[in-house]
């Protein structure tokens, strides 16, 4: 490297590390909102969260900075393979921020937050009047957003599933999703008309939070997660949060009379944590650990909860614990009943608690009404109703709440083109599990409680080069095969079918 | 007011507005840290806490806001009551700080942190070898800040009891001891002599946490906390925490068989909050709220856990719940046993569960630690052994531990002179209960649990003028008298001869 090169280098670190340090205080603050901030606090807390983004925001709009890494991006071949990644993620990430201001940029922050706490509120109070204005200001500021980003014209929807999964256009997932549809919907029908009856009953027996929180534990614990970099804590939305390289938390929700709902929410979460706490080094050295999409992370959650947690294996694995945890539920179910009560297909209203074969139809509806905010400047009033057509058209049954409706996720309050990246990720796992299968017998490490060989497994093939790599080209290097839906079609027709005797 | 002063004065303001900014980040930051910070993310998080710390600390050497206030300073009979506090308070703020860099201030604070991690350690694993370099390293920061200041000469004990109790010396605090050593080590001789058996076996019935958690939101909600202003979380040493205008939050612990420790230390910190809740909106926009000094603080605190807490007129009114939320511990217990119980005087070796008497001992002894460590430079080495002879002497039991000895307290991994305003926090709150014993009927309003009638004497009375006021000149304002002890003794010396039939 040229001594011009080092020093330009050099200073660039200087002000991410800085940036790092406003970043941590933020995830902290955002936190602590989540989970223990009382309400009349919160518009302060924003406010005081929304000023420290700001100051490293206005960081990276330093001339000497912006000097030092466009330098850099005209001696790529100077620097290492982690280098590249991050000069070449600050020049993208200029170009699309170029011509955004720091009033905007604080202004933005400000309206994300109250819509946050909107939203928070409507859904406490079942009122979407609540957070329609927020919602309509949500949508202006992407539009905004991408009508100033440099990068890609002309604006659509793409532009904002581009900053989740980087290469995915509406093009491509309105053929990903019509596979889905033209397989699934059929299948959907013949499983709803098997005479096959799935126990159920036992899944709502009443149980104490102290006991949630043990199993919770428990399988934090299986499934790998360190306790020493990271902490549990309870939300009503469960959400896993990478604050520092060595602090990355989850969180889980205690439902009275739906354990699972904290079982699988706890297993989904810890596969992000695990992602996270099993990266390497050199991420947080170069500081390209954001680069990682976000269907590669729902990938590797929906692995965890799914491939894994729902897998024979994991059920016959942890079944004694469940057993011993909560007595007064297991008492008089077996083995194989409570399998097929975690995997019982039934159309229902939210999506996180979906089962995973329906799961898929809660994703299409919201991407399919996400275009239309988006592209087709649909009204925002219209859209619970929007809502509860595609909830009859795709799984036959009518919200008759906003909470169980358009007010039950999060995402919107902070902007569009984040639910595709849940459905993609049950589609590159899938690949990638048929991959793993080849090279070792997954089901056999987890039926003896060795997923930490799995998981040797997702840090050096699927987790290393995740953050080095756009998903496309990512996929391709793990499973040396081109992007498909069908792996995951494949498994969910064989495993359903097996599961209804079709 | 002058133009000028206006143009002055609007200056300062907004130089504090983003200070207030950073310390609520902190605040923030370090509620996060004692409650769910994971062990290896502790230091990366205290980094972040200090970087911000320090960016407020360098606005403040800017030196147009300096010379905004010193004008300000010149200039004070321009301005309002509560401007007058602000600025004489910025410009001794000054005097005091003036020769610490923003470099001894970084450096310092990560000390500090360290400090504190180091402390939580060593108290886990009993060994104060882990945490004497720092309690070295803290003694050496403190006597360095106080060399720096050029307010007050030369450099003791004093100048460190000047930052926590304005106005009180090593010479008023030997008299006051001295008065209590003269009437509480006879009484005391007298009280462990006594035939009175107190039933106390019932207060290590076994309880879940929920249970607690139950009574602990129970008893906040009677003394007046309002929860949408505050929050209840759980950490092993409690405190309460000021976060922002509306956001005061009160920690407690859990024991599974003891659970008046946290029935007492919620009564406590829920004390600190009612005062930070309840005093005037002013102090807030005049960034004032500071002002009050540890020892008004903890005259509330121990007026709610003490005065109000372990009256019987307290325990009638909640006596009825304690047997709803714990009917394992109280199902063969009278509300008189309960009473006598709350009240039982047993020398025992941590301070935050001792009983209302022997309390005032353990704070004479780290008093007298203190100024040795200070004033004659004891040898850190030696403390341990001196802490203990000390619990001999006055209390004639000795810990066999470091954590039931030496290491119970964090206070001294951030410095010395704070532990005399515990006790000087008795010594107020006897006085003023006095003269509101004059004006209202106290005892009959809690135990008909009309609380907020006294809350209501305590804001007009004692909390209104705190931050505007010194100890002495706010004391003799509340009750017309100069300051004395005797309310204090008077008092223990009654409520004991009776319990104990002296």
Redesign the interface.
Known sequence: MQNETKKKLDYVLSVLK?QQ?YS??CA??S??ME???????MS??G??SA??ENESFKLSKDPKYIEAYEYLYNHLDELDEFDKVLVKGLHKSYVQTKNITPEMNLEWSKAFNQSWVNWLNAKEKDDFSIFAPSLSDVREINLKTISLNEERKPISYDNLLDMYETGMTGTDLDRYFNECKERLVPLLKKIMASPKKIRTDFLSRPV???QQKAMSEYLLNTIGFD?????L?TTEHPFTNG?????I?VTTHYYPTAFLSSMYSVIHEGGHALFEMFQPDENYDHYINGKKTMGMHESTSRFYENRIGRSREFVHLIFPKCKEIFPNVFFDVTEEEFYEAINVVEPSFIRTEADEFTYTFHIIIRYELEKEIINNNAKIEDLPKMWNDKYEEYLGIRPSTYKEGILQDVHWSFGFGYFPTYALGNMYNAMYYNKMLEEIDAPGLVESGNIQKVNDWMTERVWKRADRLEPKDWIKEITGRDFTVKDFLDYLEEKYSKLYNL
């Open positions: 800085i340090i941590n205080a902290v603050l936190f602590d989970t223990v901030c009382p309400p009349k606090g302060n807390q406010e005081t000023y420290l104490t939070d102290e306790f020493t970099r990271g902490a804590g604050l520092a390289k060595d602090d938390r």
